[in-house]
T-cell receptor
C-alpha cells in the first residue's frame, strides 16, 4: 500500500515564475492538506481540500492556490514566486478531515533563485 | 495567530540517556500531537493526546497533555541512535479533527553521541 507520494522531489525556479506541485494521497484517504516548511522551522498550514473544495486556509496570500481532483489527488500552485517561497512543501492526507490521523509525504523541495 | 514555543532547540545527549522536551502555547489547544521528522522525509506521528491531563505512552516515548491545555511534554527513555531526528509538537483547536490545520512548533533537534 503506497503512502502519500509527491512530485517532483526537487524543483528550481526563478523569481516571478509559477510552479505546480502534485500530491497523491494514501489509499482510502479523501482529504489533502498542504504545508510549507522553511529551513529550520516547523511546517505551516497552507490549506486543506476535501470533496474537491478548499475547506480551510492558513495565513497565506492568494498567490497560493490549489485543486483537488475526483481521485482525491491534489495540486498546489504558487504564482509570482518570491525568494521567500523557497521551502519544503509537504502534503498530508487523512480519512475525512481528521487531521490528527494525517500521513505526510516526503515533500517537494522548492528553491527560488 | 497561535504560536507554539518548543524547547530546547537542540539536545546533545549520550546513548542510553533519557530525553525531555516541551511545548507551550499562548492559546488553548484541544489536541496535542508529537511528530518526528527524519532528513528527506515528512513528519511521522508519534503520539496523539486528546484530554487535559492525559498521559500516553508509545514504547519508550511518553507524552502528557498539560492541565491548562496550553502545554505538553515528550519524554524518551533510554535513547538509542535511531532516535536522532527533529521532534515537533503540534496543536489543533478543533477536537477530533475538523477543517483546521495543525499549528507546529519549531522543533527540537536531537543528537545522540554513542
Amino acid at each position: 500500500d503506497a503512502g502519500v507520494t509527491q512530485s517532483p522531489t526537487h524543483l528550481i525556479k526563478t523569481r516571478g515564475q509559477q510552479v505546480t506541485l502534485r500530491c497523491s494521497p494514501k489509499s482510502g484517504h479523501d482529504t489533502v492538506s498542504w504545508y510549507q516548511q522553511a529551513l529550520g522551522q516547523g511546517p505551516q498550514f497552507i490549506f486543506q481540500y476535501y470533496e474537491e473544495e478548499e475547506r480551510q486556509r492558513g495565513n497565506f496570500p492568494d498567490r497560493f492556490s490549489g485543486h483537488q481532483f475526483p481521485n482525491y489527488s491534489s495540486e498546489l500552485n504558487v504564482n509570482a514566486l518570491l525568494l521567500g517561497d523557497s521551502a519544503l512543501y509537504l502534503c498530508a492526507s487523512s480519512p475525512g478531515h481528521d487531521t490528527d490521523t494525517q500521513y505526510f509525504g516526503p515533500g517537494t523541495r522548492l528553491t527560488v533563485l | 495567530g497561535q504560536q507554539l514555543n518548543q524547547s530546547p532547540q537542540s539536545m546533545f545527549i549520550q546513548e542510553g540517556e533519557d530525553v525531555s522536551m516541551n511545548c507551550t502555547s499562548s492559546s488553548i489547544f484541544n489536541t496535542w500531537l508529537w511528530y518526528k521528522q527524519d532528513p528527506g522525509e515528512g513528519p511521522v506521528l508519534l503520539i496523539a493526546l486528546y484530554k487535559a491531563g492525559e498521559l500516553t505512552s508509545n514504547g519508550r516515548l511518553t507524552a502528557q497533555f498539560g492541565i491548562t491545555r496550553k502545554d505538553s511534554f515528550l519524554n524518551i527513555s533510554a535513547s538509542i541512535p535511531s532516535d536522532v531526528g527533529i521532534y515537533f509538537c503540534a496543536g489543533q483547536l478543533v477536537p477530533g479533527g475538523g477543517a483546521d490545520g495543525l499549528t507546529f512548533g519549531k522543533g527540537t533537534h536531537l543528537i545522540i553521541q554513542p
